[in-house]
């Protein structure tokens, strides 16, 4: 028998040391939990001293602990951002939520130096954002950019630099001037030295994905590209695909020269004097150094973009720049996408998945921010390490989420407290992070431990001196974020209204008065039932309901708060808006007046009502004067025809005006119409336009002459010949002003609905830039004769939803006026912060609206309120609007809150203008 005593002996000692002391805390395990955790509360960061985070700054105060009906506080509410360790983060809210404010305090954490009240920032990291928008002379400059500049001299900014599309640049630096000023926000144009493009950056720079079912001259491109391999370079490329071009037939021609164009646009021209000007690979980026890709740019669509985004992601990762980086996808719904192809997902998504599966190892921090959540893919969310949920009320975007969460969000009480967050504050979802919790044997004992299934209700700070000072006053009530949630409420009652007197809306009108408010099966009522219309902040509406059931009324009382003045029965309304009507209809003799062409008419004369200017088609002038007759010859109103200066036409107004959408599948003529147009770039003019297409139709065959003519003549009928006069500069009078109602009337025969939507996107982006110096109103009426839901990609779809995601920044009111809610696109639903609903009885109609509300409207009792709704009376859903309500504990008392998942029922006032829209009847 062999003895194993000293092997016994020896070798357990050696496997108790591999465990580690039992008894100690701060095992290696251990203790990357602690270095590892995303975020922590001040007591945790307090408590772990020998593995504390050595970078962490200070992303908000926790108002409350929630884990299923259990509530938790913490002594020292501060919560930590560690910053020295990787993490994924989705950051979503609607606009005027707080999710822009959000991700720019994650940025000053890990690049803002000199400023204690921050945190501990020891090593700044290197940062990237990826923007895209519409791009034209109404851009925006990326939020990202404010980073780089502060009034406060003892913080230490880090320097900005954007990068924008070479052939927007003069326009962009032009939008990024007032940053530019400060001297510490640069804007160059996005270029790549040859030696930085391999094959994949090559095929995703030409937006090129699987061979399945693509073009013949695509499947050549992958075949060339296979065959170089590791040999590959962009000379050699083009030296292949040169001899390869020679048997394409004109359409692959073509389609190779559109993709062609916007690859060597982004390439370092061969000239030495322009290879010296571009920025080299190692100045991109730097540590203590923001870098933001902004490619809003009329000619790059959303699947271009994300293939550069895609490139300048994998240089960023390949970047040596000595300290951690962080990975903004900001704005992610204009581009990104959780649909996947056929053969997967996008290329950016794709590599997102990537960086997100291997941060630890990249040193990388990840945050995607967006007002949608459901553009994210599932498994990214999967992956997060941190959601951070801001202010939304979309019933789809909830169920999307909180598959993929760890918190239990199954309750109600959990969708109830996101719809009715005030702004600043957030829901924060971070299972690895770390809190004080107690023991269950002994409460007094606090341990630390991670949230796992809790979810945190934070608070994010201003900007001030020290940690607790940029939280502000913890007792004051009237905080900046507060101040904001009630000038910004979109309705309010009465009595909410007195009650917030310090911030109260200085202009408002009278929409109605309130039935009942519902909540399940709670009833309330309120003293005071006059509800307000906040018309001095932006807002989004959708207004739908059956022919006579009050629609049009209701439209038509909110335009009236909006423009009519001299009658203090309407509210108080100091600055009149300036106001534009989108209408259509079949056109031809028995047309019958745009209804809110009403406005400008009342039979008393102590009212002041608007001046109403009508636009109509040229072509059909005198039949719309005629229809319009009954209220010209009481003038306030007229009608003119519908015409454009070249001068106003840029590029996108040709493309639309043109009805030209993606060359994908488009005839040969279209696709050189977009080549002519991406090479003129930031020198097009109409002229310059037709010279080119005057040389390039001399190839075209007669069915091709024929398809463009047809084009062009819609065109031609609408730009006027008249010159510029000496005295204004211009060929024809301003079309909108303040106090003014612009109405377009596009009822005409020979003007088809798709005609419609793409004169009326020109217009909307004309009125966008318009100098009114007021706000705006924009009605986009009988939306169901022109708009489609099965059309998200048209150019009135895109234009609507850019507008309402930037509503705030645009001083814009949007009002969707509708009969069929179904046509109205799913994600306007989501975005709309008043949908006001009158009588209708279609289930589909129904079943379409209650997925993207916040109320609860599960019960058939929701319903049959609908159904039996009398004319003029209508269920208003707001869930940012003002109301007071009992205290829980104590009912004499009321405090100002949401509406939240309430409904109101409404009955409308009634009008001061004349009422064009009564049923005609028999007797």
């Known amino acids: 028998m062999v003895t194993n005593s000293h092997y016994t002996a020896s070798h357990d000692a050696s496997e108790w040391d591999l465990l580690g002391d039992t008894d100690s805390i701060h095992d290696e395990f251990e203790v990357q939990d602690f270095t590892d955790a995303p975020l922590m509360t001040k007591e945790a960061y307090s408590q772990s001293t020998e593995s504390r985070s050595s970078q962490y700054g200070v992303l908000g105060k926790i108002l409350s602990c929630h884990c299923k009906d259990k509530v938790e506080q913490f002594d020292d509410p501060r919560l930590y951002l560690n910053t020295n360790a990787p993490f994924s983060a989705v950051v979503c809210g609607v606009q005027g939520s707080g999710k822009s404010h959000t991700v720019s305090l994650m940025l000053e954490n890990m690049l803002v130096t000199g400023s204690p009240a921050l945190g501990c920032l020891k090593k700044p990291l290197s940062g990237l954002v990826l923007h895209f928008g519409e791009g034209g002379k109404g851009s925006n400059p990326c939020e990202a950019a404010y980073i780089g500049v502060s009034d406060n001299s003892s913080i230490k900014l880090p320097t900005v630099k954007v990068f924008v599309s070479k052939s927007s640049l003069e326009t962009m630096k032009k939008v990024y001037e007032p940053l530019t000023a400060s001297g510490n926000v640069t804007v160059e144009p996005l270029l790549f030295q040859e030696s930085e493009l391999d094959v994949q950056a090559f095929l995703s720079m030409m937006a090129v994905g699987s061979s399945v079912n693509a073009p013949l001259y695509i499947q050549i491109i992958l075949s060339i590209l296979r065959d170089l391999g590791e040999n590959f370079s962009y000379q050699s490329f083009l030296r292949e695909l040169e001899v390869k071009k020679q048997g394409f037939n004109p359409h692959q021609l073509s389609g190779l020269k559109q993709r062609m164009s916007l690859l060597t646009s982004f390439i370092v021209s061969r000239n030495p004097r322009a290879m010296s000007a571009a920025a080299a690979p190692s100045l991109r980026f730097g540590q203590g150094q923001l870098t933001i890709i902004d490619l809003s740019d009329p000619f790059i669509d959303s699947a271009s973009a994300c293939g550069l985004f895609e490139v300048i992601t994998r240089l960023f990762i390949r970047a040596e720049v000595d300290t951690g980086k962080i990975l903004v996808v900001d704005e992610a719904h204009k581009y990104l996408s959780a649909g996947q192809g056929s053969s997967g997902p996008s290329g950016l998504t794709r590599t997102l998945l990537s960086l997100a599966r291997q941060q630890r190892h990249l040193a990388m921090r990840l945050v995607i921010s967006t007002q949608e959540p459901t553009v994210v893919p599932p498994v990214l969310l999967d992956l997060c390490t941190i959601s951070i949920l801001h202010r939304f009320s979309s019933v789809a975007w909830w169920n999307h989420l909180i598959k993929h969460v760890s918190a239990d969000l199954s309750d109600d009480g959990a969708f109830d407290k996101v719809v009715k967050l005030k702004t600043g504050e957030a829901i924060v979802l971070t299972p690895s992070g770390l809190g004080t919790f107690a023991c269950d044997e002994l409460d007094n004992n606090k341990v630390v431990a991670r949230f796992g299934r809790r979810y945190l209700v934070i608070k994010t700070p201003s900007q001030n001196a020290s940690e607790w000072d940029l939280f502000g006053g913890i007792e004051s009530i009237q905080d900046a974020f507060e101040v904001h949630d009630y000038t910004d409420a979109t309705l309010m009652t009465r009595e909410a209204y007195a009650q917030t007197t310090e911030s109260r809306s200085s202009q408002y009108g009278v929409l109605g008065k309130i039935l009942s408010c519902h909540r399940k099966d709670k009833v309330e009522q309120f003293d005071d039932p006059r509800l307000y219309l906040n018309t001095n902040a932006p807002f989004s509406a959708v207004v739908c309901g059956v022919q006579g059931s009050g629609k049009s009324h209701t439209v038509s009382l909110m335009l009236e708060n909006m423009l009519v003045t001299g009658s203090p029965a309407l509210g108080c309304l100091k600055k009149p808006l300036s106001g534009l009507v989108l209408h259509f209809g079949e056109g031809g003799k028995g047309s019958n007046p745009c209804e809110a062409a009403w406005v400008g008419l009342s039979n008393d004369r102590s009212i002041k009502p608007p001046p109403v200017k009508v636009y109509v088609s040229k072509s059909s002038l005198e039949t719309m004067k005629n229809v319009y007759r009954p209220l010209t010859t009481r003038g306030n109103v007229t009608v003119e025809p519908l015409l454009f200066q070249e001068s106003e036409l840029d590029a996108q107004a040709f493309l639309s005006m043109m009805a030209v959408g993606s060359s994908a599948s488009a005839p040969l003529y279209v696709q050189i119409i977009l080549s002519i147009l991406r090479d003129l770039g930031e020198n097009f003019s109409y002229q310059g336009l037709l010279r080119q297409l005057e040389v390039k139709k001399k190839s075209f065959n ?222």
Not at 707 to 718: C, I
Not at 723 to 748: V, W, Y
Not at 765 to 772: G, H, K, P, Q, T
Request: proline share 4%; aromatic share 6%.
């Open 702 to 923: 007669p069915a091709q002459r024929s398809g463009l003519e047809q084009r062009m003549s819609l065109l031609t009928s609408l730009i006027t010949s008249k010159k510029p006069t000496k005295k204004t500069g211009s060929a024809i009078a301003p079309r909108f002003a303040k106090g003014q109602l612009t109405i377009i009337d596009l009822s005409d025969p020979f003007l088809d609905p798709a005609s419609a939507c793409g004169l009326f996107e020109v217009i909307v982006r004309l009125f966008i830039r318009a100098e009114v110096s007021t706000g705006k109103v924009l009605v986009v009426d009988e939306a169901h004769k022109y708009l489609s839901v099965d059309q998200d990609s048209s150019v009135l779809t895109t234009a609507l939803l850019s507008l309402v995601r930037q509503q705030r920044h645009l001083a814009m009111r949007l009002i969707i006026s509708t009969q069929e809610p179904t046509v109205v696109p799913p994600v306007l639903l989501d975005l709309c912060t008043i949908s006001i609903l009158h009588r209708f009885s279609s289930v589909a109609w129904w079943d379409h609206l209650t997925k993207h509300v916040s109320a609860d409207l599960s019960d058939d009792d929701a319903f049959d309120k609908v159904v039996k709704l009398k004319t003029g009376e209508a269920i208003v859903l707001t869930p940012s609007g003002l109301g007071t309500f009992a205290c829980d504990d104590l009912d004499n008392n009321r405090v100002v809150a949401r509406f939240g998942r309430r409904y109101l029922v409404i009955k409308t006032r009634k009008r001061v203008t004349v009422d064009g829209g009564a049923s005609i009847l028999v007797l």
